[in-house]
């Protein structure tokens, strides 16, 4: 429990957040090439990428090394995020209480995380991705017998605290004793075009599971899904995995303290708009700087290969066009009882 709760914070509460050390060289001494070679893109360099500096030139005898000047110090204010929650308890009893993040796969999921990432470490609010922890976890939890949203509701007690956090981002409906209390964001997206991203994604780019039996179902599933096609894809989903879940949404909103409800297609067309809903509802301020930063995150992701790249354009009423006119049809009558209490 202690791993779900601490995997994925990425700020200590009495100091601001750091960069990672850099990696002693005796670190990789005696691991086997083969290891070292198989790191993801993202983690340090290999030696082998690395330039070697001529054992011969001293530093300071490198070409305009002695022109750059000394880096300037980093300025350290202690207490940051401790200070920050201290004048909101004081402010009140019922100011900066925690959110829960209600949104799906396949609404700006790459843009959500930065937003999370961003207020972690600019504003008093401290994001618990336990949804990414649970992934992560892999193997160490059995997450086909218990399904995260189950966990959390399980362990509510203590994995959800009622003041200073941002929980998300939650892909599926869960509900716990006092979730009422808690302040709720749903960030949703057509979810007949939801069906049409989800296909392409599952059918060809989505990352495999770590947990072995969830892989395992993953890739029997993917291999139905590209053998069978979208419009098969969309209708099983449908009933099996969406429906259910905003149905189970809409049953949270009934008792949802004024929520902040937002759609996909403002957040791509205003995103700084957008952005200025969710500070205001936290009762926040982001800074220009945050604003420029995150936007940058609103562009659609494309995929390189070009049998792939315009189904990920991000595009709404891409269902109208991807699909069977008889499989649209089925669609709008079986969203039929959400569509319009979510406005789409």
């Given at each position: 429990?202690?791993?779900?709760?601490?995997?994925?914070?990425?700020?200590?509460?009495?100091?601001?957040?750091q960069q990672a050390a850099a990696v002693e060289p005796s670190a990789t001494e005696n691991v086997p090439a083969s290891d070292l070679t198989s790191q993801d893109s993202g983690d340090a360099p290999?030696?082998?990428?690395?330039?070697?500096?001529?054992?011969?030139?001293?530093?300071?005898?490198?070409?305009?090394?002695?022109?750059?000047?000394?880096?300037?110090?980093?300025?350290?204010?202690?207490?940051?995020?401790?200070?920050?929650?201290?004048?909101?308890?004081?402010?009140?009893?019922?100011?900066?209480?925690?959110?829960?993040?209600?949104?799906?796969?396949?609404?700006?999921?790459?843009?959500?995380?930065?937003?999370?990432?961003?207020?972690?470490?600019?504003?008093?609010?401290?994001?618990?991705?336990?949804?990414?922890?649970?992934?992560?976890?892999?193997?160490?939890?059995?997450?086909?017998?218990?399904?995260?949203?189950?966990?959390?509701?399980?362990?509510?007690?203590?994995?959800?605290?009622?003041?200073?956090?941002?929980?998300?981002?939650?892909?599926?409906?869960?509900?716990?004793?006092?979730?009422?209390?808690?302040?709720?964001?749903?960030?949703?997206?057509?979810?007949?075009?939801?069906?049409?991203?989800?296909?392409?994604?599952?059918?060809?780019?989505?990352?495999?599971?770590?947990?072995?039996?969830?892989?395992?179902?993953?890739?029997?599933?993917?291999?139905?899904?590209?053998?069978?096609?979208?419009?098969?894809?969309?209708?099983?989903?449908?009933?099996?995995?969406?429906?259910?879940?905003?149905?189970?949404?809409?049953?949270?909103?009934?008792?949802?303290?004024?929520?902040?409800?937002?759609?996909?297609?403002?957040?791509?067309?205003?995103?700084?708009?957008?952005?200025?809903?969710?500070?205001?509802?936290?009762?926040?301020?982001?800074?220009?700087?945050?604003?420029?930063?995150?936007?940058?995150?609103?562009?659609?992701?494309?995929?390189?290969?070009?049998?792939?790249?315009?189904?990920?354009?991000?595009?709404?009423?891409?269902?109208?066009?991807?699909?069977?006119?008889?499989?649209?049809?089925?669609?709008?009558?079986?969203?039929?009882?959400?569509?319009?209490?979510?406005?789409?």
């Amino acid at each position: 429990m202690k791993k779900i709760r601490a995997l994925f914070r990425r700020k200590r509460l009495d100091h601001p957040p750091q960069q990672a050390a850099a990696v002693e060289p005796s670190a990789t001494e005696n691991v086997p090439a083969s290891d070292l070679t198989s790191q993801d893109s993202g983690d340090a360099p290999l030696a082998s990428d690395v330039p070697a500096q001529d054992a011969d030139v001293a530093p300071q005898d490198q070409e305009g090394a002695a022109d750059i000047p000394p880096p300037e110090p980093e300025v350290f204010e202690p207490f940051v995020a401790a200070k920050n929650r201290v004048r909101a308890a004081h402010a009140g009893s019922d100011a900066f209480r925690s959110v829960l993040f209600f949104t799906t796969h396949k609404c700006a999921s790459t843009f959500v995380t930065a937003l999370l990432d961003e207020l972690d470490a600019k504003s008093p609010y401290t994001n618990m991705n336990y949804e990414g922890a649970y992934w992560e976890l892999g193997d160490e939890i059995n997450s086909v017998e218990v399904p995260v949203e189950e966990f959390l509701g399980r362990n509510s007690d203590m994995l959800l605290h009622k003041h200073g956090e941002i929980y998300g981002p939650l892909r599926k409906p869960f509900d716990f004793p006092g979730r009422e209390k808690f302040k709720h964001i749903f960030f949703f997206r057509d979810p007949r075009d939801v069906l049409v991203s989800m296909f392409y994604s599952y059918a060809y780019t989505h990352p495999e599971p770590i947990h072995t039996q969830a892989r395992k179902i993953f890739l029997e599933r993917r291999e139905r899904t590209i053998e069978r096609g979208i419009d098969w894809f969309v209708l099983e989903t449908t009933t099996e995995n969406l429906l259910p879940r905003f149905l189970g949404y809409g049953e949270i909103l009934q008792n949802a303290e004024n929520p902040l409800i937002l759609k996909y297609d403002e957040f791509s067309a205003e995103t700084e708009t957008f952005l200025k809903k969710i500070a205001d509802y936290l009762d926040i301020e982001l800074s220009d700087e945050s604003l420029t930063k995150l936007t940058k995150f609103a562009s659609p992701v494309r995929d390189g290969a070009p049998e792939l790249e315009h189904k990920r354009s991000g595009r709404s009423g891409q269902w109208k066009h991807e699909l069977k006119p008889e499989t649209a049809d089925k669609l709008n009558e079986l969203f039929e009882p959400v569509l319009g209490k979510w406005g789409f």
